[in-house]
């Protein structure tokens, strides 16, 4: 009998100092829009990733229909950039959307904020709590030379888009590495904002809108999360750009981007091939 592979790798949470509603304390004041008891309800639990302040990376997994016979990956992740607060609220809305399906076409693995230590800062702020642009700091080819270069020449050296001293230098930044490797998603959503489009690095077709949001491509950065993924381990990376970092899109078209973006993978994200533990 075959089975899958990466049908053994699960990761479980572990124990940690910090409960989810002591996390939920300290997170909701800075979201829009995601109440505490929201936040309790969506049931994250500590993966074994934490920030540089030691605060855990929440998750939470679905499982898909037992009778779902090829069953796609979905790695889906929010608040990569910590004063994107608009990335992580509507994961939390999603995340209540699945929570109230009894059953589930895909396997997610739910992320909703992945640099907690920015978004809690005096002020949030776009790094990290070292002053690493998360989104820069992935292993392209070549990164020693053409992240920084593109840092100091394109950017003028600005603090907020830092790569880092050396790729996967931080430990958000670790944590999604890993997590890649282990649970080998068949595709990766990420939400940014607030450039309103959407984007994608890797092979699959693009989508044509997902609600207001049309596809346009952004560009390719080195060290960017699309870049690592998308063109070079060949997993697709889905960027959902909403249109502002503050204020929140309507529940309805909340609802069209979970809808839209749920038939673009069905339609156009194949089942990779099984890798070796």
């Avoid at 060949?234 to 750009?241: K, R």
């Amino acid at each position: 009998m075959h089975l899958d592979a990466r049908a053994n790798v699960r990761a479980e949470p572990v124990s940690a100092p910090v409960k989810l509603q002591q996390w939920c304390k300290q997170v909701t004041p800075r979201l829009p829009k995601v109440s505490l008891n929201e936040c309790l309800q969506s049931k994250l639990a500590p993966s074994d990733g934490r920030s540089f302040k030691a605060i855990p990376l929440m998750t939470r997994d679905f499982s898909a229909d037992l009778h779902t016979k090829k069953v796609r990956r979905v790695l889906l992740i929010g608040g990569i950039h910590g004063d994107e607060k608009t990335a992580t609220a509507v994961v939390f809305k999603w995340l209540a959307a699945m929570s109230k399906s009894s059953t589930q076409e895909f396997q997610w693995k739910v992320a909703p904020l992945v640099n907690p230590d920015g978004l809690l800062a005096p002020k949030s702020t776009r790094v990290n709590a070292r002053g690493v642009d998360l989104n820069r700091n992935f292993p392209t080819p070549n990164w020693e030379k053409e992240a920084l270069q593109y840092w100091a020449k394109k950017t003028k050296s600005d603090p907020r888009r830092f790569p880092g001293k050396k790729p996967i230098s931080e430990p958000e930044s670790k944590w999604i590495f890993d997590t890649i490797k282990s649970f080998q998603p068949d595709v990766i959503i990420s939400v940014h904002a607030p450039f309103g489009v959407l984007d994608l690095d890797g092979p699959a077709q693009p989508p044509t809108r997902f609600g207001r949001l049309h596809f346009n491509r952004v560009g390719v950065y080195p060290g960017s999360l699309g870049n690592y993924s998308g063109m070079h381990q060949e997993i697709p990376v889905l960027t959902i750009e909403l249109p502002h970092a503050l204020t929140m899109p309507s529940p309805s078209e909340i609802n069209r981007i979970w809808q839209d973006m749920q038939t673009w993978i069905r339609q156009h994200i194949a089942v990779r091939k099984s890798e070796s533990p």
